[in-house]
C-alpha cells in the first residue's frame, strides 16, 4: 500500500483547506484509513479516521464539527475537509491506512505529509 496526500498550504484563520489521500495497491479499499497530524515540538496526534465502507467516522475532540472526513473507494482516496481553521491546526499532516482504526497509531502505512500552516 502506498499513500499520497496533498492538499497542504497556508490560509488565514477562519478558512478552510482540503487535504486528499490516494491509495495505490489491491487492498486500499477494504483498510480504514485516516489523518493524523504533528505540530513543532509536539507528538503526533489522531486528528479523524473512516472505516473501509464510509460508514463510521471518528474525530478527535479539537476538531469535531469543523473537520470532516470521507472516502472514495472508487478512486482509492480518501479526503479531509477542514473548515474554521485555527492557528493550532498548524502542522505537517499525515494520512495512515490500517486494518482497524485502533491500530491505526502503529500502521506500517504512511502518506508522506502535507503542511498546513494557519495564519492568526
Known amino acids: 500500500v502506498q499513500l499520497q496526500a496533498s492538499g497542504g498550504g497556508l490560509v488565514q484563520a477562519g478558512g478552510s483547506l482540503r487535504l486528499s489521500c490516494a491509495g495505490s495497491?489491491?487492498?486500499?479499499?477494504?483498510?480504514?484509513m485516516g489523518w493524523f497530524r504533528q505540530a513543532p515540538g509536539k507528538e503526533r496526534e489522531f486528528v479523524a479516521a473512516?472505516?473501509?465502507?464510509?460508514?463510521?467516522?471518528y474525530y478527535a475532540d479539537s476538531v469535531r464539527g469543523r473537520f470532516t472526513i470521507s472516502r472514495d473507494n472508487a478512486n482509492n482516496t480518501v479526503y479531509l475537509q477542514m473548515n474554521s481553521l485555527k492557528p493550532e491546526d498548524t502542522a505537517v499532516y499525515y494520512c495512515?491506512?490500517?486494518?482497524?482504526?485502533?491500530?491505526?497509531?502503529?500502521?506500517?502505512?504512511w502518506g508522506q505529509g502535507t503542511q498546513v500552516t494557519v495564519s492568526s
Open positions: 495497491g489491491p487492498t486500499v479499499s477494504k483498510l480504514a
Open positions: 473512516v472505516i473501509w465502507s464510509g460508514k463510521n467516522t
Open positions: 495512515t491506512a490500517a486494518m482497524t482504526i485502533s491500530i491505526m497509531k502503529g500502521s506500517s502505512y
